[in-house]
């Protein structure tokens, strides 16, 4: 009897899986390797992703470093009361022509240049930055040109194209723009030194706004990138030069006594100093009411201030602005980081 059970153990074989415990086997091993496959997945993507930002971070920070180079060596001669507009080269000019973030053309006058020897070459020259739709019709590329010469007369033409001598600076761009401010703060989106507005003056600041598209999508989404760009705030230290008050050996500039109406610019030109101090500080970009809380100061220091106050707020006056209109109330600032 022993003997024919264990004849049919041995005809059983040794014990086994069954198929539901070889499928139960295949199902968690396949669910294992799936997350596995979809983590590295993702993870390559996000490292494409890091890849890319940072490519656009870094010809960002060129273009950035580029048109800054350019714009805080800039130089204006004023013009001669007696002269035609027409017949004055200097000029700084920027305007827009395009649905883009401030001025996408600009020709202005730049001491920025690298002389090719150490003779008597100058390092003035004429800059062009212009900006043009790509071939894709959707994106834009940025074009620079440059002379040494200065033209006898006004110049009107930005030369935008390689037969001109045009060179690209940078393509793929989701955005470019350039806005200007004046010594109260104001900004501008075009600035034009040969029109009367502005004539014979250079903006005291600047900003510059830079975007470029996501070079690594099928469909690049053009505008949201421009949202997410880099901007950049300068001061442009060189002011207008007049060369006729620089060649009177009277004139204040020239270390001699001047009268009393260089005095009274001399004045001016503290104000403009403090302007300049104000746009670059911590309050340079807010409005009047958000460093004052207009709203909560109305109806408290009477009716001359609660009209100054009213004025900050139908206007929309910034910070700098104001400032400089409304020197003895300062005491309303709220903003600990605004005070003088």
Same mark, same amino acid.
């Not at 746009?279 to 100061?297: F, K, T, V, Y």
């Given at each position: 009897?022993?003997?024919?059970?264990?004849?049919?153990?041995?005809?059983?074989?040794?014990?086994?899986?069954?198929?539901?415990?070889?499928?139960?086997?295949?199902?968690?091993?396949?669910?294992?390797?799936?997350?596995?496959?979809?983590?590295?997945?993702?993870?390559?993507?996000?490292?494409?992703?890091?890849?890319?930002? /940072?490519?656009?971070?870094?010809?960002?920070?060129?273009?950035?470093?580029?048109?800054?180079?350019?714009?805080?060596?800039?130089?204006?001669?004023?013009?001669?009361?007696?002269?035609?507009?027409?017949?004055?080269? +200097?000029?700084?000019?920027?305007?827009?022509?395009?649905?883009?973030?401030?001025?996408?053309?600009?020709?202005?006058?730049?001491?920025?240049?690298?002389?090719?020897?150490?003779?008597?070459?100058?390092?003035?020259?004429?800059?062009?930055?212009?900006?043009?739709?790509?071939?894709?019709?959707?994106?834009?590329?940025?074009?620079? +040109?440059?002379?040494?010469?200065?033209?006898?007369?006004?110049?009107?033409?930005?030369?935008?194209?390689?037969?001109?001598?045009?060179?690209?600076?940078?393509?793929?761009?989701?955005?470019?723009?350039? /806005?200007?401010?004046?010594?109260?703060?104001?900004?501008?989106?075009? +600035?034009?030194?040969?029109?009367?507005?502005?004539?014979?003056?250079?903006?005291?600041?600047?900003?510059?706004?830079?975007?470029?598209?996501?070079?690594?999508?099928?469909?690049?989404?053009?505008?949201?990138?421009?949202?997410?760009?880099?901007?950049?705030?300068?001061?442009?230290?060189?002011?207008?030069?007049?060369?006729?008050?620089? $060649?009177?050996?009277?004139?204040?500039?020239?270390?001699?006594?001047?009268?009393?109406?260089?005095?009274?610019?001399?004045?001016?030109?503290?104000?403009? $100093?403090?302007?300049?101090?104000?746009?670059?500080?911590?309050?340079?970009?807010?409005?009047?009411?958000?460093?004052?809380?207009?709203?909560?100061?109305?109806?408290?220091?009477?009716?001359?201030?609660?009209?100054?106050?009213?004025?900050?707020?139908? /206007?929309?006056?910034?910070?700098?602005? +104001?400032?400089?209109?409304?020197?003895?109330?300062?005491?309303?600032?709220?903003?600990?980081?605004?005070?003088?």
């Amino acid at each position: 009897m022993a003997f024919e059970k264990l004849a049919r153990r041995e005809r059983r074989g040794p014990p086994g899986f069954t198929l539901l415990e070889v499928l139960a086997v295949v199902l968690l091993t396949s669910i294992v390797i799936g997350s596995v496959l979809n983590h590295y997945v993702n993870l390559n993507r996000a490292i494409e992703r890091a890849t890319s930002q /940072t490519g656009r971070v870094r010809r960002s920070v060129a273009l950035l470093d580029r048109l800054a180079r350019d714009l805080e060596a800039a130089v204006l001669v004023t013009k001669p009361e007696d002269v035609d507009p027409l017949f004055h080269p +200097w000029r700084f000019y920027g305007a827009s022509e395009r649905d883009t973030s401030g001025a996408d053309q600009l020709k202005f006058v730049t001491r920025a240049r690298r002389p090719r020897n150490t003779g008597h070459e100058s390092d003035l020259e004429v800059v062009a930055y212009t900006l043009r739709h790509a071939e894709d019709g959707e994106s834009f590329e940025l074009m620079r +040109w440059a002379s040494p010469r200065l033209d006898a007369a006004l110049d009107p033409e930005l030369p935008s194209d390689e037969a001109d001598g045009a060179m690209l600076l940078a393509d793929r761009l989701a955005d470019f723009g350039v /806005t200007f401010y004046d010594a109260t703060g104001a900004r501008f989106e075009e +600035w034009d030194s040969s029109q009367l507005e502005q004539s014979s003056t250079l903006p005291t600041a600047v900003e510059i706004h830079v975007a470029f598209a996501d070079a690594d999508a099928e469909e690049p989404e053009y505008e949201a990138t421009a949202a997410d760009g880099y901007s950049r705030k300068l001061v442009l230290p060189v002011r207008e030069l007049d060369l006729q008050e620089l $060649l009177d050996p009277t004139s204040l500039v020239s270390g001699g006594q001047g009268n009393a109406e260089e005095s009274e610019e001399a004045g001016d030109e503290g104000e403009l $100093l403090a302007a300049q101090q104000c746009l670059r500080g911590p309050c340079g970009r807010l409005s009047a009411c958000q460093a004052i809380d207009c709203n909560a100061e109305m109806g408290k220091h009477g009716s001359s201030t609660d009209t100054a106050l009213e004025q900050t707020q139908r /206007t929309n006056m910034s910070f700098c602005q +104001w400032r400089g209109a409304y020197s003895t109330l300062h005491h309303l600032i709220k903003n600990p980081e605004c005070l003088p």
